[in-house]
């Protein structure tokens, strides 16, 4: 028996949209800090720096799998493909990860309290959205 799949709804065309505008921008944000020089951490804030400084390299491997798979994953969701569920699932596990490593490995939460916790939360809610809508996307028929 052949099934007909349904034609996704406008707000999915947004979601998309934005999810891989975001992540591309996450991408970015992957690149400037990868690539940051001697003189660019001596400019930042002090706190900032000492977060810098005292981040080991090894963090740069869940920051790279948490930008590029949600790009990826936010791309599969544009082309209404179903591999963009698992590949945002990983987006938003390598997210955690990096903040969880930040969190335990360097001064942030001394340096920063709270307040410093805010952008990091709100980052993996946004890919726990994301990959919580993909995988809803995924049984409305709309990725194949």
């Known amino acids: 028996m052949m099934t007909t799949a349904t034609k996704p709804s406008v707000l999915f065309w947004i979601v998309a949209v934005l999810a891989l505008l975001w992540n591309l921008f996450?991408?970015?944000m992957f690149w400037q800090n990868l690539a940051m020089t001697p003189e660019a951490i001596a400019a930042l804030p002090d706190a900032q720096r000492q977060v810098t400084l005292a981040?080991?390299?090894w963090t740069f491997v869940p920051f790279g799998i948490g930008t590029v798979a949600g790009a990826l994953?936010?791309?599969?969701?544009l082309l209404c493909r179903r591999w963009a569920v698992p590949l945002l699932l990983l987006s938003l596990l390598g997210t955690a990860l990096l903040f969880g490593a930040i969190y335990a490995v360097t001064p942030v939460w001394s340096l920063m309290g709270a307040?410093?916790?805010v952008f990091p939360v709100v980052l993996v809610l946004i890919g726990l959205f994301l990959w919580l809508y993909a995988r809803r996307s995924a049984t409305?028929?709309?990725l194949h």
Do not use: K
Not at 73 to 77: A, Q, V
């Open 26 to 28: 996450g991408v970015l």
């Open 140 to 142: 409305r028929g709309w």
């Open 73 to 77: 994953g936010s791309l599969g969701l």
């Open 115 to 117: 307040r410093g916790a």
């Open 55 to 57: 981040r080991p390299d």
